[in-house]
């Protein structure tokens, strides 16, 4: 079935800074046939139209790093463990129709129980659960009481770690989470050291790209973030640049690198609790400001289900971030777009244009000149499904 929407702008690539004004989308199955102007639209007797208005359409969201399994609550961990199963798989879906109501998507789940975000991933492929599209990591990998112990692969050297990263490509991840630090989640680990001997590391690394997989990982320190970069992990999770101190560790040569091996950076930094964190907004910004003038990629991301962050409407924070880093409005929102979702291992998706997913979202006000015009959005068509319509247009 083909479907025409049309909008009064149609943003088409947010980094090019494109837009049709008075346009159509064609949409069949789940991809984008046609994109231009309304009065060139090749619109048969057979093909459904909904006008928008004076909506405008842009591409869905991405959020690279979330954690269904977690609900935000002030014990996230304390709530998912006291949880069956089948309680835990209901909290997921509802975080995942959360996200995707909210904008969200492409979204990659970055740690869960084993098995369980896999399953919601295949119910969202299969329409039985609204969501958005899920990259899924499985359990993360974590060494022997180590960070998110309560929910990871534990490994204690080389040969243990390439068993761990097939036990849970066995059980459906789409890619590897590791702990290369601790974190403060976690009693009795230190985000301050990496926690993942090198050799061990290298193993996990080397085993996952032998399997066609990439890696992302956990890293809060620099002297985390230099461990990965050695491992030529694929995504560096948080990235903070921590000093053995605990204060600033910026380290200009390491970030060369980082640009050098072409690793991407979500950088989880949100303006909603902020304080909280160890580090003040301004230096962690500014982190971000020379990662991203290196030619760092950097992925939009928000760690939705820890305290403070939630699912719904968690991504209009973390471009906020973005922005009180010092990215202006259209870097922000191609981190989570096209840009992002490429350097995340999504082609062909974040953008308005023929060929590409038909994951789009439509708003009241054009978030070029406010991205708080993308709370809430209205309209969101996922894989070419409307899984949110208050308009009572889109699915007329």
Known sequence: MTIAYRAATVITDVLADTAVHDAVVLIEADRIAWVGPADRAPISAHVETVDLGDRVLLPGLMDAHVHLAFDASGDPVESMLARDEPARLESMRRSARQLVESGVTFARDLGSPRGLSARIRDEIRD?????????????????????????????????????????????GADLIKVMVTGGRMTAGTDPLRFEIPETTLAAIVDEAHHHGVTVAAHALSTAGVRAAVTARVDTIEHGTFISPQGGDGFDTALVRELADAGIAVCPTLGVVGAHAHPIPLEIRGGWIAGLHAAGVPILAGTDSGIPRHPHVGGVVDGLKGLLAAGLS??????????????????????????????????????????????LEPPVVIAAGRIVKDTTGEAGA
């Open 329 to 374: 409005t259209r870097q922000a929102l191609a981190a989570a777009t096209e840009a992002g979702m490429r350097a995340a291992g999504l082609p062909m998706a974040g953008a308005v244009k023929p060929g590409y997913l038909a994951d789009v979202i439509a708003v009241d006000e054009d978030p070029r000149s406010d991205v708080e015009a993308l």
């Open 127 to 171: 329409g039985t659960t609204p969501g958005p599209r899920l990259m899924v990591a499985g359990r993360p990998l974590t060494r022997p009481s180590g960070h998110c112990w309560f929910m990871g692969n534990e490994v204690d050297g080389p040969g243990r770690a390439r068993d761990a990263v097939r036990e849970e490509l066995d059980a």
